[in-house]
């Protein structure tokens, strides 16, 4: 089983929709959790971390629930430019471990 | 954005030849990380490094090795390169207090034929 698992997608959405991406992380000891976003042939760029009582950046809602070992993503009125591949990344240890654990990564195709 | 560059930026090679990556960044900070990105894997870590010359494996290090002998630049080796090692590679760097959060260099483009 991988330690991060991500639906591959693509999810394609309307410009405006809402759209929602899960993740699931296997080691219950996990720390820190992550939305990273990565256009197509650039770098990953950090979007979001995720806090226990979930935050909220703009169009952009992250949560996480422990007890079931998930985390999510929900972005509102999509824009076009929302369109990349969504990487959930895990830290597997306590503050400063510095190894981060990624998925595979969500693709986001946001259409007219 | 970070200052982090990495060169080359493409390069093809051929199998048993060596490689050497570099990543150079310009704020100082102490972590660096390379990483290989392939279909179907995601991002998994190949060495890090936590301080001038002091280094250690990652998730995916056979076939690696690197160096750093300054802050600014992490070297990555790949001592005979083979097909396998054909991928995206990315460095990292993260400050002390923020080891979480890493920023990525635009990555390099390896093909070995």
Redesign the interface.
């Known amino acids: 089983r991988k330690e991060v698992e991500q639906d591959p997608g693509p999810f394609n959405v309307p410009e405006g929709a809402t759209v929602a991406f899960n993740c699931t992380y296997s080691n219950s000891a996990s720390q820190s959790f992550f939305w990273y976003r990565q256009d197509c042939r650039k770098e990953p760029k950090l979007l979001m971390s995720v806090y226990s009582s979930g935050n909220e950046d703009g169009r952009f809602t992250a949560q996480l629930n422990r007890a079931s070992q998930y985390i999510s993503l929900l972005i509102r009125d999509s824009k076009l430019s929302d369109s990349a591949t969504y990487l959930c990344v895990v830290t597997p240890y306590g503050g400063g471990g510095n190894k981060l654990t990624f998925g595979t990564g969500t693709q986001l195709k946001v259409e007219l | 954005d970070a200052g982090i560059t990495q060169s080359p930026r493409h390069k093809v090679t051929e199998t048993g030849t060596p490689v050497t990556l570099r990543c150079h960044q310009t704020e100082n900070h102490r972590?660096m990380?390379w990483y290989r990105q392939d279909p179907?894997?995601?991002?998994?870590?190949i060495h890090?490094s936590?301080g001038v010359k002091d280094t250690d494996k990652?998730e995916v290090s056979d076939g690696y090795s690197v160096s750093r002998s300054k802050t600014e630049d992490f070297l990555l080796t790949l001592e005979s390169a083979t097909s396998s090692q054909t991928s995206v590679y990315?460095c990292a760097i993260?400050a002390?207090?923020q080891?979480?959060?890493?920023?990525?260099?635009?990555?390099t483009r390896l093909l070995v034929l």
Do not use: A, I
């Open positions: 972590y990380y179907g894997h995601g991002l998994r870590l890090y936590y990652g990315f993260s002390p207090g080891g979480e959060t890493q920023y990525f260099g635009p990555g």
